[in-house]
């Protein structure tokens, strides 16, 4: 079945640090990859995307390239803000194992903490 | 994009007894969707909304324990039945269009 592993948090940075939290992944088909983000108070929000191999989606700063071949896709930021405190959760969705249903399985979420 | 209201957002609970948390969805969605984060755990899913039938439950979850009512496009809602304190946990509620995924806020379960 499909699984995604997530670094362990929690992470706790100072401004303007670098950050990448990892994600690997297991599916059956050829999974579309997801960064989410719940800041703190909030619901999930999607942060990026990538539907295909070698896909980089970004927003906000944020980066992610889908690799195939590591079955990867780490989320990386060049200079954090105390505004990125959030937890953020990579998953996946794989048309292959749930036909059109499109569900999500989710990483169990790092818990970022940026420092002023 | 859509926005999802949960109610309620937390609550404490006797075991034994119920609780149902509603969703309503401020625009028509395709899918519908319920999961659950237990402390320390990703977000499992317990089951697709289905409008107007019967929900689909992912293997661990059944329609006795977790019963679910989507009767239109835009609202859905999750009873947990016959509560314990391992049904302490996050349920959120999500919706999808043609494009993306959205969640609600979370409803936050302690059962005592």
């Known amino acids: 079945g499909n699984s995604v592993t997530q670094m362990e948090g929690p992470v706790t940075l100072s401004e303007e640090a670098f950050l990448t939290i990892n994600c690997t992944y297991t599916?059956?088909?050829?999974?579309?990859l997801f960064w989410y983000v719940q800041y703190p108070g909030e619901g999930l929000q999607l942060l990026l995307k990538a539907t295909k191999a070698d896909d980089k989606g970004s927003n906000k700063g944020f980066e992610a390239t889908y690799r195939k071949e590591t079955t990867s896709f780490h989320l990386e930021k060049g200079s954090v803000q105390v505004s990125d405190s959030a937890v953020y959760f990579c998953?996946?969705?794989?048309?292959?194992?749930?036909?059109?249903?499109?569900?999500?399985?989710f990483g169990k979420g790092t818990l970022l903490t940026v420092n002023p | 994009s859509a926005v999802i209201s949960q109610k309620p957002s937390r609550d404490i609970c006797q075991r034994g007894t119920s609780l149902t948390i509603q969703c309503q969805v401020d625009s028509q969605v395709t899918m519908m969707f319920w999961y659950r984060q237990q402390p320390g755990q990703s977000l499992t899913l317990i089951a697709t909304?289905?409008?107007?039938?019967?929900?689909?439950?992912e293997s661990g979850f059944v329609i006795d324990k977790f019963p679910i009512s989507r009767p239109n496009l835009t609202f859905s809602t999750l009873t947990v039945s016959n509560m314990s304190p391992e049904d302490s946990s996050i349920y959120l509620c999500?919706?999808?269009?043609?494009?993306?995924?959205?969640f609600g806020q979370g409803t936050r379960l302690t059962v005592v």
């Open positions: 998953a996946l969705s794989d048309p292959e194992s749930g036909g059109s249903n499109y569900k999500l399985t």
């Open positions: 909304a289905n409008q107007g039938s019967e929900a689909t439950y």
């Open positions: 999500s919706a999808r269009d043609l494009t993306r995924a959205f």
């Open positions: 599916a059956t088909g050829y999974p579309s």
